[in-house]
């Protein structure tokens, strides 16, 4: 928690807080700044024309902890989030608590990219605070999370554009797969809408996976044309086949790439296993890992495509950036796309 003396020594915020009482400004929970007062010192800092980097860093799946090991627990995850944050900010910046599980973070010395990179490089790197175990009445618990950040005035000139910038990196970090972090670049990001980096929901992606097998009259134009829309719409880098006869197949362009691939000793949690990174796929297969290096892929999700006790090949998501968080809406598309190529290919065998 915040003593009044550790806000002293952080930049300006001495001056700042000669309006306030202590006490008014901290969480009740975590003991960082509240939002109330974190917005505030941002537009202080923006008034008086302070260079600064603004952070939003957002808790990946925390429901899903409250959920699990209960709201108890999961203010625990919360009360140490922002102790590991405050800890690694130290005087060189400030941490708040948006809501929830967000924080805010106002980072000093770090406006120009490669400095930030580095900075938030170290925050996800050697169990610092992200990507790791934290252990809570006998519950290990592994934290990861996505942040977005842009800085003043080189990224915005007010606070509703930088925060503007920030929100819009922190949706492209989630919709990356989460557990990373997005440095605001006006090239990139500057005309990015929000209504892109949200992408169709569960049941409407379902509906389209029919319809367009429903529509097309050939094997191979349904495949290629489906997994398109599947790649497209979850962003993936590519989409794979291995058939029974462990042939491996890239399914968007319907193109041969290997055979004699066997995963059948490969062991799944509910015909579903994960990679993170590409020593991962290397352990379920070299010859997999060999192929899917190729084309740069380093995160999957690999689903045994069974119907009854009957195997009818491997069904894998590829992406080529690390440590992707996979999210349950996904596994649901990906065992849904499975079937309904399963079901395509037992009615084709009828005809």
């Known amino acids: 928690m915040y003593t009044k003396e550790d806000l002293e020594n952080i930049k300006e915020f001495k001056n700042f807080l000669c309006n306030y009482n202590v006490d008014d400004l901290l969480d009740p929970l975590t003991g960082v700044l509240n939002r109330k ?46 102790a590991d944050l405050t800890s690694f900010i130290d005087d060189n910046g400030i941490v708040g608590r948006f809501g929830g599980d967000e924080f805010l973070l106002v980072i000093f010395g770090c406006n120009e990219y490669e400095q930030i ?46 925060f503007t910038n920030v929100d819009k990196t922190l949706y492209r970090g989630k919709n990356k797969g989460r557990n990373c972090y997005i440095i605001y670049v006006e090239e990139k ?25 429903n529509s097309k009259s050939n094997v191979n134009s349904r495949l290629i044309e489906s997994s398109t829309y599947i790649k497209n719409c979850m962003l993936l880098d590519n989409i794979f086949y291995i058939n029974v006869n462990g042939q491996l197949f890239n399914l968007t362009t319907g193109t041969l790439i290997a055979e004699n691939i066997d995963l059948s000793k490969v062991k799944f949690n509910n015909d579903i296993t994960k990679t993170n990174y590409s020593t991962d796929i290397k352990k379920v ?67």
């Not at 260079?51 to 902890?65: E, G, H, Q």
């Open 37 to 82: 007062s974190m917005k505030e010192y941002i537009n202080y800092l923006i008034y008086n024309k302070y260079d600064f980097r603004l952070a939003i860093v957002d808790l990946d799946n925390f429901k899903n902890i409250n959920d699990k090991f209960g709201h108890i627990v999961g203010d625990k995850v919360l009360v140490q989030v922002a």
């Open 117 to 162: 990179h580095d900075y938030c490089k170290a925050m996800y790197k050697d169990f610092n605070v992200f990507r790791k175990e934290l252990k809570f009445d006998d519950n290990n618990i592994f934290i990861t999370a996505t942040l977005g950040t842009s800085a003043f005035p080189d990224d915005a000139k007010t606070f509703d554009d930088l």
């Open 189 to 213: 990001h500057k005309d990015l809408d929000f209504t892109t980096l949200t992408r169709d929901d569960e049941a409407t992606i379902h509906f389209n996976i029919n319809a367009i097998f």
């Open 285 to 351: 297969n070299i010859k997999l890992f060999q192929y899917l290096s190729k084309f740069g892929i380093s995160s999957t999700l690999i689903n045994k495509m069974r119907f009854g006790q009957q195997v009818y090949g491997y069904l894998i998501l590829g992406l080529k950036r690390i440590a992707k968080i996979w999210q349950n809406d996904e596994i649901s598309i990906l065992l849904f796309y499975s079937k309904e190529i399963i079901l395509d290919s037992i009615q084709q065998k009828k005809h």
